[in-house]
T-cell receptor, first 112, second 111 residues
Framework: DADVTQTPRNRITKTGKRIMLECSQT?????MYWYRQDPGLGLRLIYY???????NKGEISDGYSVSRQAQAKFSLSLESAIPNQTALYFC???????????FGQGTRLTVV | GESVGLHLPTLSVQEGDNSIINCAYS??????FIWYKQESGKGPQFIID?????DKRQGQRVTVLLNKTVKHLSLQIAATQPGDSAVYFC??????????FGTGTSLTVIP
C-alpha cells in the first residue's frame, strides 16, 4: 500500500462546482503539503500544514482552501472550480527536520 | 519569493554516458538544496540533498555540486541508464519549512 494516498486519481468537473481532493498518509509525518503541477511551471505550493492546528498559504492559494482533519489527513478544496485550475495536484508529507518529502501519486483534475 | 530555475528544459544522453543537470537559485538563505526525480505517471521521488555549507555530496551513481558564489546547483548522473529517463527537479528548503521547486529538466536516455 502507498504511504501517501490521494483520492480521486482522476476527476473531471464542471466550472463553478465545489470539489475536494483528499490526501492521507501512514508515515506518521507532521508536515503535509499540497502542490500543483502545470507543464513548464514545475511544482507550485498551494498550502502547507506543520501540524493539525497549523495552516499556511503557499505561492498560489487563491481559489483554494484546505483542512487538516487529523495528522494523517489533509484535504484540498476548490470552492468554485474554474478551467485554469485544470492541473495535476500532488500531496506531500515530510517529517520536521528532514529534507525528504514523500509524494502521493497525484490527482489529475480537469475543469470543463 | 524564492526563484529556483533550470538552464535547460530537455536533455538527451546516450546510455552509458554521464548526465549533468543544472539549476540556478536565488535565495542565499536556503539551508538545503534537494534533487527529485519524477517518472511518468508518478509523484516526485527524493534523490539526494546537500546542505548549504557543503560543496559536493555523492550518492549511488549521483553527485550533487553546489556553487554558492554563482548560486548554481548541478546533479551528475554517472553511467546513465534507461531507467534514469525522467523529469528532474531541484528544490530548496529553508529552516525546514516549505520546499520550493524549479521547473524541471526532462532527461531522455537514448539506448
Amino acid at each position: 500500500d502507498a504511504d501517501v494516498t490521494q483520492t480521486p486519481r482522476n476527476r473531471i468537473t464542471k466550472t463553478g462546482k465545489r470539489i475536494m481532493l483528499e490526501c492521507s498518509q501512514t508515515k506518521g509525518h507532521d508536515r503535509m503539503y499540497w502542490y500543483r503541477q502545470d507543464p513548464g511551471l514545475g511544482l507550485r505550493l498551494i498550502y502547507y500544514s506543520f501540524d493539525v492546528k497549523d495552516i499556511n498559504k503557499g505561492e498560489i492559494s487563491d481559489g483554494y482552501s484546505v483542512s487538516r482533519q487529523a495528522q494523517a489527513k489533509f484535504s484540498l478544496s476548490l470552492e468554485s472550480a474554474i478551467p485554469n485550475q485544470t492541473a495535476l495536484y500532488f500531496c506531500a508529507t515530510a517529517l520536521t527536520g528532514n529534507t525528504e518529502a514523500f509524494f502521493g501519486q497525484g490527482t489529475r483534475l480537469t475543469v470543463v | 519569493g524564492e526563484s529556483v530555475g533550470l538552464h535547460l528544459p530537455t536533455l538527451s544522453v546516450q546510455e552509458g554516458d554521464n548526465s549533468i543537470i543544472n539549476c540556478a537559485y536565488s535565495n542565499s538563505a536556503s539551508d538545503y538544496f534537494i534533487w527529485y526525480k519524477q517518472e511518468s505517471g508518478k509523484g516526485p521521488q527524493f534523490i539526494i540533498d546537500i546542505r548549504s555549507n557543503m560543496d559536493k555530496r555523492q550518492g549511488q551513481r549521483v553527485t550533487v555540486l553546489l556553487n554558492k558564489t554563482v548560486k548554481h546547483l548541478s546533479l551528475q548522473i554517472a553511467a546513465t541508464q534507461p531507467g534514469d529517463s525522467a523529469v528532474y527537479f531541484c528544490a530548496e528548503n529553508q529552516a525546514g519549512n516549505q520546499f520550493y521547486f524549479g521547473t524541471g529538466t526532462s532527461l531522455t536516455v537514448i539506448p
